[in-house]
């Protein structure tokens, strides 16, 4: 009797771990998934926004930046002016900046003549001193016509609403900042309206 009765409260231990073992199975988080590509090949670390556009956009009456060293070229919409503000490259800042251009004047984002802000720089981060310049909280890592490029919102190093760093060399890269608007997904979409036209000469 005493038998049974000890057999019996095995089984029921028994199964009482398997029910325990099988329900901290279903409510184990599952692994994380590897970065996915995406059909242009882009390598997403994590989509955080739901604001880039992917959608065609008419460039035919945008600008073009040209940089024939470094033999690449990209476009901007004619909506943007050159800075008066824009001091570009000088005796102080030439040993790291390579090329400058600023479009629109700085201004608070809330005053009414407040146009969004729009820097370009390339800068050579071997000589630069001021620190990683990708340091901010990256959005996307994309491949964009064979440009590896990042996404970051709120970049400090820069101060720009929006920062895309296309990487041109080991050393030089393009800085693409975007400023004063008052909406992320407004500041983002211009950069992927831009890093669409970015090519190689």
């Keep these: 009797m005493f038998l049974r009765y000890k057999s019996t409260i095995s089984i029921i231990v028994l199964a009482l771990v398997l029910i325990a073992g099988g329900v901290w199975y279903a409510q184990k988080p599952a692994p994380e998934t590897p970065p996915a590509a995406s059909d242009n090949g882009a390598q997403v670390i994590e989509d955080k926004n739901d604001g880039l556009s992917g959608g065609e956009v008419d460039t035919s009456s945008w600008k073009t930046y040209q940089n024939e060293k470094y033999e690449f070229e990209l476009k901007y919409h004619p909506y943007w002016e050159t800075s008066a503000s824009d001091v570009g490259v000088n005796e102080e800042n030439k040993h790291y900046l390579l090329d400058y251009l600023a479009f629109n004047d700085?201004?608070?984002?809330?005053?009414?003549d407040a146009l969004p802000l729009l820097d370009i720089a390339l800068i050579n981060t071997e000589r630069d001193d001021r620190g990683p310049i990708n340091y901010g909280e990256l959005?996307?890592?994309?491949?964009?016509?064979?440009?590896?490029?990042?996404?970051?919102?709120?970049?400090?190093?820069?101060?720009?609403?929006?920062?895309a760093i296309i990487k041109i060399t080991n050393t030089e890269n393009l800085v693409i900042g975007v400023d004063q608007v008052e909406q992320r997904e407004e500041a983002l979409n211009t950069l992927d309206e831009i890093l669409n036209t970015i090519k190689k000469n």
């Design 106 to 112: 700085y201004k608070n984002k809330n005053s009414k």
């Design 139 to 163: 959005i996307t890592r994309q491949i964009i016509n064979n440009f590896d490029v990042e996404i970051y919102l709120n970049n400090h190093y820069f101060g720009y609403s929006a920062t």
